[in-house]
């Protein structure tokens, strides 16, 4: 299915969708060193997630965007899922909570985020580190060191797009292509 963009304010920048044919091939999940990842983020940028929340173990769940119902679930259009990984959530040059705080701790933590606006990531290579921002908030989230052969199915993170467009970092470093879902 090709992309379409419209004037909508969630819709995708032209540039944007332009990265996202240029890294896709048929499906296929291919490496994107040349493509910025906050190019990818661009679309949700001052914007704030409507649900943010605690799943199985550690993992977060960010919803943004206009609701969809799919498969008896409510998710937005993007749809941010923190997977196997370290994380910790600061509030300016405080932590509040991290990957193996008191999960009640988490819950309450993550929600502040739904009151403040995305404004970018930060992806570094070298430490495969990425920073999340939103507002005075940073959720810094690293390679998990609980996997012990950790290959090119595990992802610290995954980003959910509109058309089934999917990125995600790894052990591989960042991957773009099609979700399944």
Known sequence: MAWQCSDNQWNMKA?????????STRGKRRSTSSVR???YFAPIEGHRPWRVRLG???FLTFEFG????????E???????????????QHRDRQLVNSNSDRHAISVAVRRLEQADFEGVDFRSDTSTT???F?????????ADYLENPDEHDSYWLFFMPEHCLLSAG????????SDT
């Open 15 to 23: 540039d944007t969708v332009n990265h996202i044919r240029s890294a």
């Open 37 to 39: 990842v906050r190019d």
């Open 56 to 58: 199985v173990g550690s």
């Open 66 to 73: 206009p609701k969809i119902r799919a498969n008896g679930h």
């Open 75 to 89: 998710h937005g259009s993007w749809h941010l899922w923190v997977y196997m990984s370290n994380w910790s959530l």
């Open 131 to 133: 920073t999340f921002k």
């Open 135 to 143: 507002g005075d908030f940073r959720l810094r989230v690293s390679p």
């Open 171 to 178: 052990p591989d470093g960042i991957k773009v292509g099609r």
